[in-house]
Nanobody, 122 residues
């Protein structure tokens, strides 16, 4: 029922800001007690958690990316966004937005967007 759709430019120039939007349908981003995360996967590498915004609006970021990351939301549009500043080619990856939750002491990503490829190149 819940669907997530990433959108934004597929090509970003180095030093610019990567900006992506996740549009959620079938569920509210303010609904207790879900977490809305951005995750990426560089080519040939594993998944990397970027950060999240909780149903309450509280944000948390990966320590390695915190200084460059901002996650926000627009509850009226049921969207949350990712802004990653000062990008380099190492930020090239498939970017996913997800819904997460804690259940029985474990964390789950129960819904994923289809992903969107972002290439950082001049």
């Amino acid at each position: 029922q819940v669907q997530l759709q990433e959108s934004g430019p597929g090509l970003v120039k180095p030093s610019q800001t990567l900006s992506l939007t996740c549009t959620v349908s079938g569920g509210s981003i303010t609904a207790n007690y879900y977490y809305w995360s951005w995750i990426r996967q560089p080519p040939g590498k594993g998944l990397e958690w970027i950060g999240l915004i909780r149903y309450s609006g509280t944000t948390y970021y990966s320590p390695s990316l915190k200084s460059r990351t901002s996650i926000s939301r627009d509850t009226s549009k049921n969207q949350f966004t990712l802004q990653l500043s000062s990008v380099t080619p190492e930020d090239t990856a498939e970017y996913y937005c997800t819904r997460g939750l804690v259940s029985r002491g474990s964390y789950y990503y129960d819904y994923w967007g289809q992903g969107t490829q972002v290439t950082v190149s001049s």
